[in-house]
């Protein structure tokens, strides 16, 4: 049988189109974006136990945000190596490359991935909308100033940050003109107002959920069926909260902590005399034994942050239309 002009057009265009196309068209169908150190990475964990949810690994590709940069695309106060290492380990930067982490999903109801910088980043915002338009949205908001705080312990623990805190916020817009990732972003990146009401104004208010993190400590299981059903899936399910993700620590000495950390003679030398086994073990015990209680937050800081906040957090409740406690809170 002879195929007609066209039909042998559309045949080849067909078998070219195949030759393409090695994984399935999979894009997530929800993400989390955010806010940095506000219970992500235990809803990140909750989502991915459910059988029907599929979350990315890495668990924070930030595509949205660095789509067709070369890294690190921000600066900061160690060098170009360190800052791709411990900011942006995991950060996919090609779409192509952000697909195929969503090839084998398997037989799943949601997919999602979890990358907390995206509330923060206008142009994720957009490119959300360009390539997942119909995608539902997570945002997770903790007191902004426990947020910070949080933000702050971090960066001195992953040895980014050397000053102390009221230097580091005082430090914070010379940091942001000399284009230093959001990392040190401390204020800027808890003010929740602004960064919320872009994402209601360009999508519809049944993509986006906002959880406060009171809420989602108080009742987590609750919370997290909540989500469930936001991202319609089975929300029966219960996942093992048994145990948090990520909890923070201070470390008794840093001089200890950067050695223990960081790429250095005494390590190596180590690392070549004793057995691998040997090694790891007795790295794992100073690392565990210098961990310590997080100190308070000095209270002049404190006060200077809520006060610094209040503004927002008005604006933020009139946005969601209800009551926040942070307000009142002690922190």
Not at 139 to 157: D, F
Not at 265 to 285: D, G, R, S
Request: some cysteine.
């Amino acid at each position: 049988m002879l195929f007609a002009p066209t039909d042998l057009c559309v045949a080849l265009w067909s078998l070219f189109v195949q030759s393409f196309q090695v994984w399935p068209m999979n894009l997530p169908s929800f993400l989390v974006i955010g806010a940095a150190k506000s219970g992500t990475t235990s809803v990140w964990s909750y989502l991915k136990q459910h059988p029907q949810v599929f979350m990315s690994k890495p668990k924070e590709p930030n595509f949205f945000i660095f789509e067709g940069v070369k890294l690190p695309y921000y600066s900061g106060p160690d060098d170009e190596e360190a800052l791709i290492r411990k900011l942006y380990q995991g950060t996919i930067t090609d779409f192509e490359t952000y697909q195929k982490l969503f090839q084998d999903v398997g037989e799943v109801k949601a997919i999602g991935e979890a990358s907390v910088r995206y509330l923060y980043f206008p142009q994720a915002a957009e490119r959300i909308k360009k390539y997942i338009p119909d995608a539902k949205m997570i945002i997770m908001l903790r007191n902004p100033v426990n947020r910070l705080y949080s933000q702050y312990v971090m960066n001195v623990r992953d040895l980014l940050e050397p000053l102390p805190l009221s230097e580091a916020i005082t430090a914070e817009d010379e940091r942001i003109s000399k284009n230093w990732d959001c990392a040190w972003h401390y204020t800027k990146l808890s003010s929740y107002y602004n960064q919320v009401k872009l994402y209601l104004d360009l999508f519809s208010p049944e993509q986006i959920k906002v959880i406060i993190y009171d809420d989602f400590c108080r009742d987590t299981i609750g919370i997290m069926q909540e989500l469930y059903r936001f991202i319609d899936v089975d929300d029966s399910f219960i996942p093992n909260c048994s145990k948090r993700k990520l909890s923070g620590y201070w470390p008794k000495s840093l001089v200890l902590h950067r050695l223990l950390k960081e790429p250095n003679v005494i390590k190596l030398t180590l690392e070549k005399a004793l057995p691998k086994k040997t090694y790891n073990k007795a790295l794992k015990f100073f690392q565990k034994s210098n961990k310590g209680v997080i100190p308070p937050i000095p209270t002049t800081v404190k006060d200077d942050l809520k006060q610094l906040f209040r503004k927002d957090i008005l604006n933020l409740q009139e946005l969601l239309g209800r009551d926040i406690p942070w307000l009142t809170d002690e922190v």
